[in-house]
Nanobody, 126 residues
């Protein structure tokens, strides 16, 4: 059993920054892909970013490229999402997820992931 807990969300003005953290507890594995997804009200959950077990490969949705940075610290069992130049369109609940058996490009698919956090709210005002 693995538990993921997100933190760092909140209210920020457009153009501002936030850093989200996802801390893992219970049984944890460094050899996994970690991902961030988000879901806005009345919208489907969408992929935001992912990072390989080594941290050597990162992947981003087109909507956040150049603004968001995903990173991880395996020694601390924590993954981060640095969000800069925030826009109102970024408003959503953000979820972290762990894929214990990554395969190919399936990091884009939410159903690839084995564990999910409860989410943290990010609200960006105009």
């Amino acid at each position: 059993q693995v538990q993921l807990v997100e933190s760092g969300g909140g209210l920020v003005q457009a153009g501002g920054s936030l850093r989200l953290s996802c801390a893992a507890s219970g049984r944890t594995f460094s050899n996994c892909t970690m991902g961030w997804f988000r879901q806005a009200p009345r919208k489907e959950r969408e992929f935001v970013a992912a990072i390989s077990w080594s941290g050597g490969s990162t992947f981003y949705a087109d909507s956040v490229k150049g603004r968001f940075t995903i990173s991880r610290d395996n020694a601390k069992n924590t993954v981060y999402l640095q969000m800069n130049s925030l826009k109102p369109e970024d408003t959503a609940v953000y979820y972290c997820a762990a894929d214990l058996n990554p395969l190919g490009s399936w990091y884009l698919n939410q159903y690839e992931y084995d564990y999910w956090g409860q989410g943290t709210q990010v609200t960006v005002s105009s």
